[in-house]
């Protein structure tokens, strides 16, 4: 194993520890509310920028981001917190050891493909992030 080997688990140690710790219910509700909460911010936006620009006026020529943003984290909120009584609920179950054991492959994979996408997109810019030496002797890295 090289040093890059090492460089690359550490993130998925990383996110395996926090999706244990989270269970696969917070897991699997925050993907889904980062996903609906771009969905309903992009669907939502030409509502919600009258009602923005009635509180803060123009802001600068930022008022479709503030707009936007400001949609995405109250989607995202609400989720959150539905998603947590759903963990309590499954914890007073005996699949709460099963939803942290999840949580963790879960985690896992989520960070192997945030790794996957970002060293893909890294590539496709035509940044030379790794040296084909070091990339060529890792272990990890296919």
Known sequence: MTPLDILLL??????????YRRGLVLEAVSLLA???GVVGGLSL???????????VGELFGLLPLVSFLLVLVAIMWGLH?????????????????????????????KWLLGLSL??????????QLLAPSVAAGSVVLP
């Open 34 to 36: 980062f996903v609906l």
């Open 10 to 19: 550490l993130p998925l140690a990383v996110g395996t520890a926090k999706g």
């Open 45 to 55: 936006l030409s509502a919600a920028i009258p009602v923005v620009r009635a509180y």
């Open 81 to 109: 917190l539905l998603g947590g009584l759903v963990k309590q609920a499954v914890h007073l179950t005996p699949l709460g050891v099963l939803d942290h054991l999840l949580g963790g492959a879960a985690g896992a994979l």
């Open 118 to 127: 970002l060293l893909h997109g890294t590539t496709l810019t035509g940044w």
